[in-house]
């Protein structure tokens, strides 16, 4: 049974449930930012430790392969070797997982900020759905609208 079990989660399977998973805290972030669940599963340590955990899983399942993890650090070397290590589905899969968890915690970072400033919820749908697809532009958008409820520019808070 365990080995039906380890079976059944390949890389393909996880990056599958990766981005089912993912969309239930987003949908929590987005449209029931005030609510205590939203606090609980969203805001909290919760899907860090859901995303530690396949992380480990993965990098033990890497492990077992044999994959050269020291060769992951010649992708700062030239962008040709960052392509190379983008071809390799292990790598791309790790890469995945930081994608999803960063872009979440920015996100959750975002609702915690706006419920700090009284920025109301219908302003931040435009900057948390950005977030979702492209990180770092749904940060700056949400950081000029941050500009006018806070009072202030700051680089850093």
């Known amino acids: 049974m365990i080995e039906q079990i380890y079976t059944y989660f390949s890389i393909e399977m996880i990056y ?15 449209f029931f930012p005030n609510l205590r669940i939203c606090k609980i599963f969203a805001i909290s340590i919760f899907p860090i430790i859901i995303f530690s955990l396949v992380y480990g899983y993965l990098f033990y399942k890497i492990f077992l392969a044999d994959y050269d993890f020291l060769n992951n650090f010649t992708l700062y070397l030239s962008f040709s070797n960052l392509l190379n290590l983008f071809e390799e589905k292990y790598f791309l899969i790790l890469f995945w997982i930081h994608f999803l968890a960063i872009n979440l915690f920015c ?34 958008i949400y950081w000029l609208i941050r500009i006018f409820y806070a009072k202030k520019i700051t680089l850093y808070d």
């Open 107 to 140: 996100g959750s970072w975002i609702v915690n900020d706006s419920q700090k400033l009284n920025i109301p919820k219908a302003l931040t749908f435009i900057p948390l759905i950005t977030t979702y697809f492209i990180g770092p532009l749904g940060i700056f």
């Open 16 to 30: 599958i449930w990766l981005n089912i998973g993912v969309l239930p805290f987003w949908f929590i972030l987005i």
